[in-house]
């Protein structure tokens, strides 16, 4: 039996094969084409950037005065029941007290120094209630007023070991800290009570200035043998 012939394919001219890009290119009306949509997608580019550079996303998100317009304060229903309670009895100090740091504590400043002021009319001897006001005012970057708060507190009470460790931290607050000022006070807060987490605090603060002596070690509650 005979063996049928094999056919060998025949290759693809080459007129008929995929141009490789360099030949798309060379040829005249191709090049004149992909030029073109070159410069088609970069005018639209440039179009839709100046769009954008002409929108007012403001108005399409509210802007800032609409939005803090809108925006609910969770405290709000809490400070007015709070403020109900004092015009009942404007000389409970407690309350008054209370009213002050809810609006200290919640950015309005400006509308907690006179409740504050109160307080301390009703208890000028409270000095944590000249505390929470000094914090209060740094809180608000109201630096000198709230040093001056933490120094009448020094005045009247020069071992009050709060006063100085927040002293201290305003101190470093300030826009060319005053470093020397807080390490002062960082150390009589580490001196007046130093197992206190406070003191604690302030000893790190130090040490991270590198201008604190170490923890004074506690004296031993028997002498040693042979002495």
Not at 28 to 56: E, F, K, Q, W
Not at 130 to 145: C, E, V
Request: with cysteine.
């Amino acid at each position: 039996m005979q063996r049928p012939r094999r056919v060998r394919p025949q290759p693809v001219p080459r007129s008929s094969a995929r141009p490789t890009p360099r030949e798309a290119w060379d040829r005249p009306g191709n090049r004149i084409h992909i030029v073109y949509i070159v410069i088609s997608s970069l005018v639209v580019c440039s179009m839709l950037a100046v769009a954008l550079a002409t929108i007012d996303f403001s108005g399409l998100f509210g802007g800032d005065d609409e939005n803090s317009a809108n925006i609910v304060d969770p405290n709000a229903d809490l400070i007015s029941e709070q403020e109900t309670k004092v015009a009942g009895n404007p000389n409970d100090v407690d309350e008054v007290v209370l009213l002050a740091n809810l609006l200290g504590n919640t950015g309005r400043i400006r509308d907690a120094v006179p409740w504050y002021e109160k307080a301390l009319e009703l208890a000028p001897d409270d000095h944590g209630i000249r505390l929470d006001f000094a914090r209060s005012l740094a809180g608000a970057d109201l630096l000198p007023d709230a040093e001056a708060q933490f120094l009448r507190v020094l005045e009247d009470d020069p071992d009050n070991q709060s006063a100085h460790y927040y002293l201290a931290e305003l101190y470093m607050r300030w826009d060319s800290a005053r470093r020397e000022d807080a390490a002062t006070h960082y150390r009589r807060a580490v001196e007046i009570d130093p197992a206190s987490f406070l003191a604690e605090r302030a000893q790190i603060e130090l040490d991270a200035m590198g201008s604190g002596a170490p923890f004074p070690s506690p004296l031993p509650s028997t002498p040693p043998p042979g002495t």
